[in-house]
């Protein structure tokens, strides 16, 4: 069973930083691309991060680059989110996914004073 575990998000400051972090089990983790979604109520879920399984680079939304680094642990089966100069409009739910159609149960990150 392809089970994703979202943890590390919760309630910063505007500037603030946070890391997440997904767990994933159930597939073999080196074969396959993880990202990062986030999504507020109402509207689309919105690709943030993309980390392949070769040498191809990362890839980042706009809005976010610079600020936010994906990365992954493949010993650990886990991929990160570090997440910079936080802004109130980074507040959202915050998924990994697998690329496979897997979506982890999300983790809540609000960035407010």
């Known amino acids: 069973e392809v089970q994703l575990v979202e943890s590390g998000g919760g309630l910063v400051q505007p500037g603030g930083s946070l890391r997440l972090s997904c767990a994933a089990s159930?597939?073999?983790?080196?074969?396959?691309?993880m990202s990062w979604y986030r999504q507020v109520p109402g509207k689309e879920r919105e690709l943030v991060a993309t980390?392949?399984?070769?040498?191809?680079?990362?890839r980042y939304a706009p809005s976010v680059k610079v600020r936010f680094t994906i990365s992954r642990d493949n010993a650990k089966n886990t991929v990160y989110l570090q997440m910079n100069s936080l802004k109130p409009e980074d507040t959202a739910v915050y998924y990994c996914?697998?690329?496979?159609?897997?979506w982890g149960q999300g983790t809540q990150v609000t960035v407010s004073s």
């Open positions: 996914s697998n690329e496979a159609g897997d």
């Open positions: 159930g597939f073999t983790f080196t074969r396959y691309a």
């Open positions: 980390i392949f399984n070769t040498y191809l680079p990362t």
